[in-house]
């Protein structure tokens, strides 16, 4: 979950730990990754985790507000999503106008029904299959999921609102949410059938809402908000959380992608097992939760949307070709151009607009030093910075051990930079306090904050009356904690983040006269934001700048804090005085007492420079980065927050508005006046036309490159390989020699059938064979073939997606079809180009095993003539149920079939295909096609001959086919009624 973008709210990283987990089972199962035969379930867990999370935001808002705030909230989710998709619908219609022309119409009508989000309706109206993939993956085949996400978005409020409206109690609702939820699953379990294609139960809004509703069930009792537990608690919750994490990946790596287990259990199993996980994940001490919120997991999960919108369109325009051949050269471009598109996505076209609106994102500037080779810089001395601290603390606590002592000293390492030996010999003992704000120095000098207690155990999450946190307190950092400026550092010598000084450690705190000292708080989330004040009048979104405790934040948005100086006036009394005698009024004053104090302007003799830690975020959104446009006394003023609960936003009130105000020495003389990261714009109108500018300038690139990069990716070149994976068929002949010779004895050309009609039983990999589309010349087709050798009369009764048992959109299937032949008194030879399907519905749960599916086709053909050519997939192939190992078992099932029916005969097909004859792994091209026909009519005269010498055994180990003579120019159609049978497609 990126961070979120108003004040109050918690950030969770273990959650953007678990998005990144999710997005990569997603990605690993697009890229057929072996042990990732069901990471379509990582879906389930996005669908789980955004009902914890939506719920959790809806009620914290209705306890805050009294209601949901709906268009506040659409809103924002309108924000977050529409962007991303726009631009990914956007620049992949771009790039197949140019790369598929072809395919346009249909990327089209999937992209509008997916930017309405109902792209799961259409696919499933439309009878799209989401397994059906035997053309291989399209760019928006994986939008179905946002589509459903969206509509719980939009209609989960309404029934949340109603449920609180008639049950009133929490556990009323909760009891019904998880009624709902069991009948999801239910209607799940229901809609699925033992078969291929389980669109519906996949991609139905209906039968996906309980992941979203066990989440949302919760959300009641467990919000996504920051708590603490007890040791024992914290130790129970890592178990089952642990135990959901191994079930989750047991499922992901055991379950085939269309078993019929995925719809009765599997995806019932995944959402409990991520309720579990997301309960450790808002304990940010839990061992899981720890884990998950690793820096590259949280950078992962911060970016997991983009990642998931870009890696589809990715792998789609990358040719089959290459995709099979090189699957780790594969993966890798994959892997490398998804995290680059979706992260120049996120930094420059959704951050902006998420954080700041669609109007104020295109109105307000970029900081002119904001570059992708500042932020590697930055990045590059944060590193370095990291590792220099490490070892500087290693050595401090070599040297504490060895001096024995129990109160360390502060040691002032030999590097210490200018500013740390500037500070070390200006640096009063004490520094005075302004404007209800103390510049503490630990020690008896100072008076310390009251402990403050966040209320994060409490049932409601908000602060208890007893343990309500002052609002003008904040938490207590030290100077030698806080960390290095990191572009400052680049043309000024500043302390490093772990460099100390030898006076005493400076703090900011607020002045609370006789109240004991209060630690910094232990958990790495918790933070005191300062506000930015923008210089711009329509920028009047508070950015927040983040101090954490660690020098470096490696979170998922890898903020790296800087330092500013700010020069504080040394004049000012050093008597602690109360709150209400600092408070600051709207003019900029302090108000104690009677009459207001003016505040005293810095001078070069009497400040001392306080390094104040800045978020850089918030530092590069915030281009023109002053400190209030009406500061006292005409000094630039830094504005700090009181005191912020890190848990649920709180109400407005006036103690929220209270800040605390810092004077900053103004430009010297001659200088123009300038924020943190260069001089400002010298005129309103240039700043104008930058604002309009440069979010556009910003998607125009972005689209720019995805566009070249997908089109470039659409260009990859393998070559196709000599021969396919076929496993040789060893039949058991008989031990006792045969007098008669073994056939075929003639030449290919001389060949002809003692079959005078001919039954063709076919899937979709005989439509090709007969579709004057693919072969225009009859003679090249299947019927002209086997009446070339021979047959008089023949029957084709061909269907796509046909098997021996599955009904697919109400056609009959192949079992069907051969009763209602032999029903209408149609005998002869019969050739079964079948299999693929009932392997692959096998495959994927289907009713097994393929002996049974065999025994259903021949079982009505004990008395025929069958010949069975076998079957074969090649690396073209884009869908796992289709795999040509599983094809390689089916043929040893025909052969053991041979010992059960003597009238059958099989043609090793698998033995002679080439990788060139396929066109998508399944089927085939029309030189493909025309060789399958001609072999097919070979075979047929080889095994069932009118003069030649027959095969012995029931396997033909080859057709004899060497090359096509050519084809005989067809002749006119006949006038006078023919007496064969025409030709049938079923």
């Given at each position: 979950?990126p ?5 109050g ?10 998005r ?27 669908f ?24 506040r ?5 309108a ?17 197949a106008?140019?790369?598929?022309p072809?395919?346009?119409?249909k ?14 309706w ?21 939008l179905?999921?946002?589509s ?22 929490r ?6 949410i ?28 209906d039968t ?11 959300a009641f009792w ?17 178990v ?18 269309g078993?019929?287990s ?27 939760a ?8 949280r ?36 892997v ?23 109007r ?20 590059l ?9 490490w ?6 606590r ?12 502060i040691v ?5 930079g ?11 003992e004490t ?5 209800g ?67 005493p ?11 004991p ?6 958990d ?23 101090v ?7 979170d ?30 709207d003019?900029?004053e ?14 070069d ?66 200088q ?11 005129t309103?109108?240039?700043?104008r036309r ?6 556009i ?13 997908l ?7 393998a070559d ?7 496993a040789?068929?060893?039949?058991d002949?008989?031990t ?24 063709h039983i076919?899937?979709?990999t005989s ?5 004057p589309?693919n072969l ?9 073939r ?36 032999l ?8 050739v ?13 749960g289907?009713?097994?095993p393929?002996?049974m599916?065999?025994?259903?086709l021949?079982?009505?053909l ?10 074969i997939?090649s690396?073209?192939n ?8 599983a ?43 025309i060789?399958r ?48 049978t ?5």
């Amino acid at each position: 979950m990126p961070r979120p973008t108003h004040k109050g709210s918690t950030y969770l990283p273990a959650l953007d730990g678990l998005r990144a987990l999710a997005v990569g089972f997603v990605v690993l199962y697009h890229l057929h990754v072996p042990g990732f035969s069901s990471g379509l379930l990582g879906v389930g867990v996005f669908f789980t985790l955004s009902g914890f999370l939506i719920t959790s935001l809806l009620l914290a808002t209705r306890a805050r507000t009294g209601g949901f705030e709906l268009k506040r909230f659409w809103l924002a989710r309108a924000r977050r999503l529409i962007p991303a998709v726009l631009l990914v619908l956007g620049t992949s219609l771009i790039a197949a106008a140019i790369a598929m022309p072809d395919k346009l119409a249909k990327f089209s009508w999937q992209a509008l029904s997916a930017l309405f989000y109902v792209n799961n309706w259409y696919n499933i109206g439309s009878s799209d299959s989401y397994f059906d993939r035997f053309s291989g993956p399209g760019p928006f085949d994986h939008l179905w999921s946002l589509s459903i996400e969206e509509q719980f978005y939009l209609f989960w409020p309404l029934l949340l609102g109603l449920l609180l409206l008639v049950f009133k109690k929490r556990i009323w609702v909760t009891l019904v949410i998880l009624a709902l939820a069991l009948v999801s699953f239910l209607l799940l379990n229901g809609v699925a059938h033992a078969g291929f294609d389980n669109t519906r139960a996949y991609e139905g809004t209906d039968t996906r809402a309980g992941g979203l509703l066990l989440g949302a069930a919760l959300a009641f009792w467990w919000p996504a908000r920051a708590r603490t537990v007890s040791h024992n608690q914290r130790c129970t919750i890592d178990v089952f959380a642990l135990a959901g994490l191994g079930l989750m990946v047991y499922l992901i790596a055991t379950t085939p992608d269309g078993s019929l287990s995925l719809y009765q259990n599997v995806i019932a199993l995944l959402s409990i097992a991520t309720v579990a996980v997301l309960i450790a994940t808002v304990v940010p001490e839990s061992l899981v939760a720890t884990v998950l919120a690793i820096p590259p997991l949280r950078w992962i999960g911060e970016r997991s949307y983009g990642i998931y919108l870009w890696h589809m369109p990715i792998i789609a325009f990358m040719p089959a070709t290459f995709r099979s051949e090189k699957p780790v050269t594969t993966g890798i471009i994959v892997v490398v151009t998804t995290l680059i598109l979706s992260s120049l996505s996120w930094r420059y076209v959704e951050d902006p607009i998420r954080r700041q609106g669609f109007r104020k994102a295109f109105t307000t500037p970029r900081d002119p030093e904001d570059t992708l080779m500042n932020h590697f810089l930055a990045w590059l001395i944060a590193l370095t910075t990291r590792f220099t601290g490490w070892l500087d603390a290693l050595q401090q606590r070599v040297e504490a051990r060895a001096a024995q002592t129990a109160t360390p000293e502060i040691v002032t390492p030999d590097t210490a930079g200018p500013l740390a030996q500037a500070t070390s010999s200006t640096a009063p003992e004490t520094v005075p306090a302004t404007s209800g704000w103390q510049l503490g120095v630990p020690g008896d000098t100072a008076p310390e904050p009251a402990d403050v207690s966040t209320g994060e155990n409490s049932p409601t999450g908000d602060p208890t009356p007893a343990e309500a946190p002052d609002p003008m307190e904040v938490e207590t950092l030290s100077s030698a904690d806080m960390p290095i400026d990191v572009e400052a550092a680049l043309d000024e010598g500043y302390l490093s983040a772990t460099e100390t000084v030898e006076t005493p450690a400076v703090s900011l705190t607020k002045a609370e006269p006789d109240a004991p000292a209060d630690e910094a708080p232990t958990d790495d989330d918790a933070t005191a934001e300062i506000p930015v004040a923008r210089a711009a009048a329509d920028a009047d979104l508070e950015e927040t700048a983040t101090v954490d405790d660690a020098a470096v934040d490696d979170d998922a948005t890898i903020e790296i804090p800087i330092m500013r100086v700010v020069d504080t006036p040394d004049s000012m009394s050093s008597e602690p005085s109360s709150a209400a005698d600092h408070a600051p009024s709207d003019t900029g004053e302090t108000l104690g007492g009677s009459e207001p104090t003016p505040a005293v302007g810095p001078t070069d003799a009497d400040t001392v420079q306080i390094p104040v830690a800045i978020d850089v975020e918030a530092a590069l959104d915030a281009t023109d980065f002053v400190a209030n446009e009406q500061p006292v006394n005409d000094a630039p003023v830094l504005e700090s927050p009181v005191h912020e609960s890190p848990v649920h936003e709180s109400p407005a009130s006036p103690a929220d508005a209270e800040t605390a105000r810092i004077p900053v020495a103004p430009p010297r003389p001659g200088q123009p006046p300038h924020g943190p990261h260069g001089p400002a714009p010298s005129t309103p109108s240039l700043r104008r036309r930058r604002r309009q500018s440069h979010l556009i300038i910003s998607i125009v690139v972005v689209a720019a490159l995805a566009v070249g990069g997908l089109v470039a990716l659409g260009g990859l070149h393998a070559d196709t390989p000599d021969s396919l994976d076929n496993a040789s068929l060893a039949e058991d002949l008989p031990t006792t020699p045969s007098t008669r010779p073994a056939g075929p004895l003639l030449p290919v050309t001389q060949r002809r059938t003692s079959c005078t009609t001919v039954i063709h039983i076919g899937d979709s990999t005989s439509i090709g064979m007969n579709d004057p589309d693919n072969l225009p010349n009859p003679a090249d087709r299947i019927a002209g073939r086997y009446r070339a050798v021979g047959a008089k009369n023949v029957i084709t009764d061909i269907q796509g997606a046909r098997s021996s048992l599955e009904l697919v959109n109400g056609e009959p299937n192949a079992v069907t079809a051969i009763q209602g032949h032999l029903a209408r008194g149609e005998r002869g030879c019969w050739v079964m180009a079948m299999g693929i399907n009932d392997t692959a519905n096998v495959e994927v749960g289907g009713q097994g095993p393929v002996d049974m599916r065999i025994d259903r086709l021949l079982g009505p053909l004990k008395d025929e003539q069958v010949l069975w050519p076998t079957v074969i997939t090649s690396p073209l192939n884009q869908n796992p149920a289709y795999n040509n190992a599983a094809m390689q078992r089916f043929n040893k099932a025909l052969l053991r079939a041979c010992k059960r029916y003597p009238n059958l005969r099989l043609y090793n097909w698998a033995a002679e295909a080439r990788p060139d004859w396929f066109s998508d792994g399944i089927h085939y091209t029309p030189a493909g096609y025309i060789q399958r026909a001609y072999r097919f009519s070979i075979a047929l005269a080889s095994v069932f001959p009118a003069t030649d010498a027959p095969p012995q055994g029931c396997l033909l180990e080859s057709s004899g086919v060497q090359t096509i003579p050519p084809s005989p120019t067809p002749r006119p159609a006949p006038t006078s009624p023919q007496t064969a049978t025409p030709p049938r497609q079923g």
